[in-house]
Nanobody
Framework: QVQLVESGGGVVQAGGSLRLSCAASGRTFSTYAMGWFRQAPGKEREFVSAITFSDRTDYTDSVKGRFTISRDNPRNTVYLQMNSLKPEDTAVYYC??????????????????WGQGTQVTVSS
């Protein structure tokens, strides 16, 4: 059974940093795309960042230059380093994993597996 467990969320002041982690279990994820999404209260879930099996990365425009996605395949873990955080980054952040190998995926509906989410709150 595939499981994704996020950690690293919390409360931080504007301008601060957090690093989210997503630990995957149940299979090897090195050949699959992994992504981060977020959902703020009253809003739809939105794409934040994704990384392919070959370490190609994508970011939504609002986080470019501030967030960095990376993966550690031996640890089956993907990270999201978030710097220069803004109040508008406040949301529940979700990790996602693809089930078809060797793809680039940035659409939520294409991801098969999801974590439970971790809250990120940025105070002004």
């Amino acid at each position: 059974q595939v499981q994704l467990v996020e950690s690293g969320g919390g409360v931080v002041q504007a301008g601060g940093s957090l690093r989210l982690s997503c630990a995957a279990s149940g299979r090897t994820f090195s050949t699959y795309a992994m992504g981060w999404f977020r959902q703020a209260p009253g809003k739809e879930r939105e794409f934040v960042s994704a990384i392919t099996f070959s370490d190609r990365t994508d970011y939504t425009d609002s986080v470019k230059g501030r967030f960095t996605i990376s993966r550690d395949n031996p640890r089956n873990t993907v990270y999201l380093q978030m710097n220069s955080l803004k109040p508008e980054d406040t949301a529940v952040y979700y990790c996602a994993a693809d089930k078809i190998p060797y793809r680039r995926v940035i659409v939520a509906g294409e991801y098969a597996y999801w974590g439970q989410g971790t809250q990120v709150t940025v105070s002004s």
